[in-house]
């Protein structure tokens, strides 16, 4: 439940103060990097894939407290999913997934989801 | 948790001494000034003694304060009171780029409606250059309006040297001191403005009440039509308790203004000193010596301003940011972009806003905590390697 009085969920809040896989892979099968510093939200996404399936994944945030939050789940719901079921995560799926962002914040899922598609791009482009 | 409050140009706390001094006029005092009886002539003369209390604060006569719903009022009145009313004479304003949006979208506003406005430029520390002013004057200016300190970074702007242009042109000349009045000393003459405006939650009065200073002679056209409240440009009954708070907020202010003033320079200069030493890459916006005594703002590279103020609002520290990701419009400040910080170093900016409740131990419990928290934060921020 989304406390009235307060921005974000607790779901946002907790992976906010404490979000998961976050640093760079040393040797990257593949890197998304979305955002751009006018709108405030900077994220890079890395991923390492093992046949087909996404076995790891951290990332870099410059942003708010919904940017980290949306990094930090984005990456936890990518890890162990094939490619192809990787590309089906919307930013929908990454808000629903926080209890929900306020309508002001949703560009921030959207970001995440870029983030994890461009680094998919970046791995289907560099193992052709 | 005991929390931190360094907020304070957003908004101050009411004074207990202001509410105490409101409470009669909810419930016994509680006539309506245009009434002939006793209760209604209670409610005018508690007006009235407001109005010069008001007035004596800024150098000013009683009949020159018209009382208005806050800063934004007063600043919609006079920009709006001037321009319709001198149409004929001409149609250029002059402005600045880091004004309140008060000023701002009443400047859109009015262009919208054939009006010319000339918004200026301001130097690194935010300053408007005199010399601007002066060059952008045409024969149909009829208004300047330049803030007298900004909101966001503090700098006090050059009111007097731009005041003396305008009287010298003979244009009307309207400054937005809400963040001024009761803080530092304000004097309508020695500023040679003809329009002022202020607000009561700005120096520990109550939200909903503010005033705008008119020179005698003005020309401006009514606020609101209706009753003959205000002597006819404000119709609407008075706010009577807070008109009565904002009168004995003014005279609070009036004897604690010096010292309060002296107190906060001090504490201002220990957290800016503290944090420009304890966090690197770091930098003070707005003017380090023409500054409000209780601003404070500071841009730290590559972190964003509002995982910052989360992370100081988890430690109990309520501070502001000039960040987009704080605001609903998704654009990082025009103040500080005026400067000509980069968008992420505007994005990266937080204000501490200091004032009658804070002490040194809140000054060190920030200077203990923010530093932790960029450190957190950079360790997650892509800009970083890349410097």
Excluded at chain 1, 88 to 100: F, K, P, Q
Excluded at chain 2, 134 to 156: C, R
Excluded at chain 2, 163 to 178: E, K, L, P
Excluded at chain 2, 188 to 203: C, G, R, T, Y
Aim: hydrophobic fraction near 40%; glycine fraction near 8%; aromatic fraction near 6%.
């Amino acid at each position: 439940m989304r406390d009235v009085w307060s921005l974000y969920s607790e779901k946002v809040m907790e992976h906010f103060k404490n979000p998961r896989n976050v640093g760079e892979i040393e040797n990257p099968d593949g890197i998304g990097h979305v955002g751009n510093p006018v709108c405030g939200d900077i994220m890079e996404l890395y991923i390492k894939v093992n046949d087909s399936t996404i076995v790891d994944a951290k990332f870099k945030t410059f942003g708010c407290g919904a940017a980290i939050a949306t990094s930090s789940m984005v990456t936890e719901m990518v890890k162990g999913k094939s490619i192809d079921e990787a590309l089906e995560i919307s930013n929908r799926a990454v808000a629903e997934a926080l209890d929900g962002l306020p309508p002001i914040k949703m560009h921030c899922s959207v970001l995440a989801e870029e983030a994890l598609k461009s680094a998919i791009e970046d791995y289907l482009a560099k193992s052709k | 948790m005991k929390r931190i409050y360094l907020d304070y140009s957003a908004t101050t706390p009411t004074h207990p001494e202001v509410v105490k001094a409101m409470l009669p006029y909810f419930t016994d005092v509680f006539g309506n000034p245009s009434s002939i009886h006793s209760y209604g002539q209670e409610a005018k003369g508690a007006i009235e003694e407001a109005r010069v209390k008001v007035a004596d604060l800024i150098g000013a006569r009683g009949e020159e304060i018209i009382f208005t719903s806050g800063g934004t009022e007063a600043d919609n009145f006079a920009l709006k009171g001037v321009a319709f009313a001198n149409e004929s004479k001409g149609n250029h304003i002059i402005t600045g780029s880091i004004e309140h949006h008060a000023v701002i979208e009443t400047c859109k506003f009015l262009e919208r409606r054939g009006f010319l406005v000339t918004c200026l430029p301001v130097d690194e520390y935010g300053l408007i250059d005199p010399g601007d002013v002066k060059k952008a004057i045409t024969d149909k200016t009829i208004l300047i309006s330049v803030m007298q300190a900004n909101n966001e970074m503090g700098t006090i702007e050059p009111i007097a040297e731009i005041g003396r242009i305008a009287r010298d042109a003979g244009i009307y000349f309207h400054t937005d001191a809400v963040q001024v009045v009761g803080h530092i000393p304000v004097d309508v003459n020695e500023l040679e403005v003809d329009l002022l405006s202020m607000s009561a939650h700005k120096l520990y009065g109550p939200k909903g009440v503010g005033a705008l200073y008119i020179r005698k002679g003005t020309k401006l056209i009514p606020f609101m039509h209706g009753g003959d409240q205000e002597r006819r440009r404000r119709a609407s009954t008075e706010n009577i308790p807070g008109i009565v708070g904002l009168g004995k907020a003014v005279e609070l202010a009036r004897q604690e203004m010096g010292e309060e003033a002296e107190r906060l320079t001090y504490l201002r200069d220990q957290l800016i000193k503290g944090l420009l030493e304890r966090i690197d890459h770091t930098c003070l916006n707005g003017h380090p010596l023409k500054r409000l005594p209780n601003n404070v703002n500071v841009s730290v590279d590559f972190v964003e301003g509002e995982s910052m103020l989360l992370n100081l609002d988890l430690e109990g520290i309520c501070a502001s940011t000039g960040s987009a990701c704080s605001s609903s419009s998704l654009e990082p400040s025009h103040v500080l972009l005026a400067l000509g910080l980069s968008p992420e170093q505007a994005h990266g900016s937080l204000r501490f806003s200091l004032g009658k409740w804070t002490g040194e131990e809140e000054i060190e419990r920030v200077l203990e905590i923010l530093p932790r928290i960029v450190a957190k934060l950079r360790a997650m921020s892509p800009l970083l390697k890349s410097h």
